[in-house]
């Protein structure tokens, strides 16, 4: 005889984290759902430094711009979730016989552990000469520029949010310094309005621009990536 489940098998897979004296109470559900988020746990299960690998694998399998022999600039990239993916897309380790090999480099404010492949430095983007920096330890210009960039949270939403977007046009007159004619500018950016000036500032450089919010962004989250390819030099 076949016993129907009761459901409550379900529900208990949901890990419930109790208010501990001294923890707010967000970070108690910021806590809660990244106990409970498939992301988090495929993450560990599959050895990537964050759920945001799989965020540039869901926009590189859509937009195919971490090609075998592509040279990449990761900006922010620090815990290196990024790097991880980019590495045998672009057969940066030489592993696909008959295959170009590419090239990452990796720039954060802070020490990231290195990752085989990889060229990872410590260093502000902003900074004066840090574009030419990156094109020597590139050997040349880049192909792609990424950014996963959020600037720290104020709490308030307005301003974070004009925080984010000022990175993210950091980023990207970065990138028209670095990228190669024909080149691709992958940023995150949150939804709000005032983006505009960004999409239309994305649209003169670049032959496409898509706005895209991979699966692996939280549904209840504003952010969305910006993809443009096609730079125009």
């Given amino acids: 005889m076949v016993r129907k489940s009761s459901g409550r098998g379900r529900r208990d897979l949901t890990v419930k984290v109790k208010t501990a004296r001294g923890r707010k109470l967000s970070s108690t559900r910021w806590l809660q759902r990244q106990l409970n988020d498939p992301y988090v746990q495929r993450a560990k299960k599959e050895g990537y430094r964050g759920r945001a690998a799989f965020k540039i694998m869901e926009l590189d399998d859509k937009f195919r711009f971490l090609v075998p022999g592509a040279r990449v600039v990761d900006l922010g990239c620090a815990p290196g979730g990024w790097i991880q993916v980019a590495v045998p897309r672009i057969n940066a380790l030489g592993e696909k016989q008959g295959k170009a090999v590419g090239r990452i480099i990796g720039i954060d404010l802070q020490e990231v552990e290195p990752i085989a492949g990889a060229e990872i ?44 977007i000022a990175l993210c046009e950091a980023a990207a007159y970065f990138a028209f310094d670095v990228l190669e004619e024909g080149g691709t500018f992958v940023a995150k950016v949150l939804a709000g309005g005032a983006e505009g000036e960004l999409q239309k500032l994305l649209k003169q450089k670049f032959a496409k621009v898509a706005n895209v919010k991979p699966p692996a962004s939280r549904a209840d989250s504003s952010e969305k990536f910006v993809v443009a390819t096609g730079f125009r030099g």
């Fill in 121 to 164: 430095h410590q260093l502000d983007f902003l900074e004066e000469g840090a574009d030419e920096k990156v094109k020597e330890w590139l050997g040349g210009k880049a192909d792609v520029v990424m950014s996963d960039m959020a600037a720290a949270s104020s709490g308030h939403k307005q301003t974070d949010h004009l925080r984010i």
